[in-house]
């Protein structure tokens, strides 16, 4: 043990206040916990329905259920960007998006269905909506966003947690999640082109969740 400690702290450079340090980081990994435990609340919530309108039309709305914690280098660059301190206190009530959760649907009319479904529940509480689908980035971006506060029943207490779910289709997921590797490469030749060409891709990846959302109702109207 005093060796690992060794590898984290030199000796010969311990801080002055190390039981502050020490103290700092369990109530870092205790927040991260509470975080993981909304999430959790959140996906079986997301689970629930899926399995329920699975019964009712014969068909699973939600693909795929995906869930993150927030980086600490990535928490600590939001909140340094923003010129806040990197603080307990400043996580809880400056960032919305530490605890994600990602539902991925086939088609967009799912989205709006499972989110209204997911907000008629009367434990959950809307802070925000961002509809990057009716209002896409300029970049060509494109997701439905909720920020809600959900209860987590904890051994002494009942806390609201804050909670990120992001709404996409599958193809809009593909889009995000290539354009999100792109962004953070360092050297790529002819960036502007590479951006022009995936702002094309994410309209037609829009045009296309269209196309297939009509071509299912007319699967389902002939349907015998
Ligand atoms: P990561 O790595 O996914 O955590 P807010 O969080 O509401 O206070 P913000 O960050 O402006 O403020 O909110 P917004 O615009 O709703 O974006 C939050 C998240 O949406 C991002 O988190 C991404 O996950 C996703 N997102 C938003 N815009 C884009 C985009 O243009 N491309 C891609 N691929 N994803 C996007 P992080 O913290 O940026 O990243």
């Known amino acids: 043990m005093e060796q690992d400690l060794n590898r984290i702290i030199p000796s010969n450079n311990i801080p002055p206040d190390i039981d502050g340090v020490f103290n700092k980081v369990?109530?870092?990994?205790?927040?991260?916990?509470?975080?993981?435990?909304?999430i959790r609340e959140v996906q079986t919530?997301?689970?629930?329905?899926?399995?329920?309108?699975?019964?009712?039309?014969?068909?699973?709305?939600?693909?795929m259920i995906k869930t993150r914690i927030k980086s600490p280098q990535s928490i600590a660059e939001k909140l340094q960007r923003r010129g806040l301190d990197v603080t307990y206190d400043s996580i809880v009530n400056n960032l919305n998006d530490v605890a994600g959760v990602r539902i991925i649907c086939a088609f967009v009319d799912d989205i709006y269905a499972v989110a209204e479904m997911f907000l008629?529940?009367?434990?959950?509480?809307?802070?925000?909506?961002?509809?990057?689908?009716?209002n896409p980035k300029p970049n060509?971006?494109?997701?439905?966003?909720?920020?809600?506060?959900?209860?987590?029943?904890?051994?002494?207490?009942?806390?609201?947690?804050?909670?990120?779910?992001?709404?996409?289709?599958?193809?809009?997921?593909?889009?995000?999640?290539?354009?999100?590797?792109?962004?953070?490469?360092?050297?790529?030749?002819?960036?502007?082109?590479?951006?022009?060409?995936?702002?094309?891709?994410?309209?037609?990846i829009a045009e296309t969740d269209l196309k297939m959302m009509s071509i299912r109702e007319k699967i389902i109207f002939t349907e015998s």
């Open 120 to 134: 008629r529940q009367d434990d959950i509480t809307l802070v925000e909506i961002k509809d990057y689908i009716k």
């Open 26 to 38: 369990k109530m870092f990994s205790q927040l991260m916990t509470m975080y993981n435990c909304a």
């Open 45 to 63: 919530k997301f689970e629930v329905l899926n399995d329920d309108l699975s019964v009712r039309n014969r068909r699973n709305p939600i693909e």
């Open 140 to 204: 060509g971006y494109r997701s439905y966003h909720m920020i809600i506060d959900v209860p987590v029943f904890f051994a002494d207490r009942k806390q609201m947690m804050r909670v990120e779910v992001q709404f996409r289709t599958i193809a809009m997921d593909f889009w995000a999640s290539l354009e999100h590797q792109i962004k953070y490469k360092k050297s790529i030749e002819s960036p502007d082109k590479i951006f022009a060409e995936l702002k094309e891709c994410a309209d037609t």
